[in-house]
């Protein structure tokens, strides 16, 4: 079976203090993969998403960066962070559709609490 | 482009009651329509899904019916506990394989 896994748990950074959240997957191959955050109070934000090794899309011009090193591993960065950058970060997963169309859901990790002071 | 509405939060209900959450989209072509579930503190969970006009998704008590002619995938579940309480997001996919998220409703039900 699949698996997602998102480390650290909790964070607490100083602002301008760089940033490195990890997410890997197990359990399957070629997977999309996207990072969201989700503010308090408010809904998901899809940050970026990746096809593939290397192939990153930003949706939204922002403090971060993202990276995937490996097949099954996305890294969330950011070199100096600010007090706005403060959430909730899910990494997710889904089947790399095949075709014009896929039905496949998105599979979320457990998240990661950010909290920058 | 493609959106999700659902109902504000949030939503206070007893234990046993009757619970339904609205959401609605707007999309081209035939997404196929999510409820995801957020304990505190936790990522999402896929509660259910419906992937055509007319399907019901069903799971844990909840369903939700594809309903093309209004364009809603409204949640329901007939008899919730205090252990539902949680955040629930209505989702799309849509034809480009983008997934559109609504903002949440927190459900808080008390015994």
């Known amino acids: 079976s699949q698996t997602i896994h998102q480390w650290p748990a909790t964070l607490v950074q100083p602002v301008g203090s760089p940033l490195s959240l990890e997410c890997t997957v197990e359990g399957t191959s070629n997977p999309n993969l996207y990072w969201y955050r989700q503010a308090a109070g408010r809904g998901l934000q899809l940050l970026f998403y990746?096809?593939?090794?290397?192939?990153i899309s930003s949706e939204v011009p922002q403090n971060l960066s993202a990276s995937r090193p490996q097949d099954r591993q996305f890294i969330l960065s950011s070199k100096k962070l600010l007090l706005s950058d403060s959430g909730f970060y899910l990494c997710?997963?889904?089947?790399?559709?095949?075709?014009?169309?896929?039905?496949?859901?998105?599979?979320f990790g457990p998240g990661t609490r950010l909290t920058v002071t | 482009g493609d959106s999700v509405t659902q109902m504000e939060g949030p939503v206070t209900l007893s234990e046993e009651a009757f619970l339904t959450i609205n959401c609605t989209y707007t999309?081209?072509?035939?997404?196929?329509l999510f409820w995801y579930v957020q304990y505190p503190g936790e990522g999402l969970q896929l509660l259910l899904k419906?992937?055509?006009?007319?399907d019901k998704g069903s799971n844990k008590g909840f369903e939700a019916t594809y309903r093309k002619e209004t364009t809603s995938f409204h949640l329901e579940k007939g008899s919730v506990q205090v252990s539902d309480s949680a955040v629930y997001f209505c989702a799309l996919k849509n034809n480009n394989n983008d997934m559109r998220f609504g903002a949440g409703t927190r459900l808080t039900v008390k015994p």
């Open positions: 999309a081209t072509g035939y997404p196929s």
């Open positions: 990746s096809v593939g090794i290397g192939q």
């Open positions: 997710a997963w889904s089947v790399r559709p095949s075709g014009r169309m896929s039905h496949y859901e998105q599979y």
């Open positions: 419906a992937t055509k006009a007319d």
